[in-house]
């Protein structure tokens, strides 16, 4: 069974950091899209980064500057380093690995307050 398993998320104060981890089991990770998504209270989940196979990255315009994914392929991981954190990215934020199937991870909260 595929499994997608984040940590790293918690409290920060704004303008703070912090550094999510997803570990993927049981998929052919390198051969994968994959991404985080985050989804607030009362709000759709949204795209927050994303990183190809190739190692190509798309941001969403909110995070640009201040958040960076990246991936190891070696430890069937990917991350998303957070800087200078706001309230507004307070969320669940969730793991997706894409390809010919798409998974999801549990989810891991971020909040972001003094």
């Known amino acids: 069974q595929v499994r997608l398993v984040e940590s790293g998320g918690g409290l920060a104060q704004p303008g703070g950091s912090l550094r999510l981890s997803c570990a993927a089991s049981r998929i052919s990770f390198s051969f994968y899209t994959m991404a985080w998504y985050r989804q607030a209270p009362g709000k759709q989940r949204e795209l927050v980064a994303r990183?190809?196979?190739?190692?190509?990255?798309n941001y969403a315009d909110s995070v640009k500057g201040r958040f960076t994914i990246s991936r190891d392929n070696a430890k069937n991981t990917v991350y998303l380093q957070m800087n200078n954190l706001k309230p507004e990215d307070t969320a669940v934020y969730y793991c997706n690995a894409n390809s010919v199937n798409d998974y999801w991870g549990q989810g891991t909260q971020v909040t972001v307050s003094s």
């Open positions: 990183i190809t196979s190739g190692h190509v990255t």
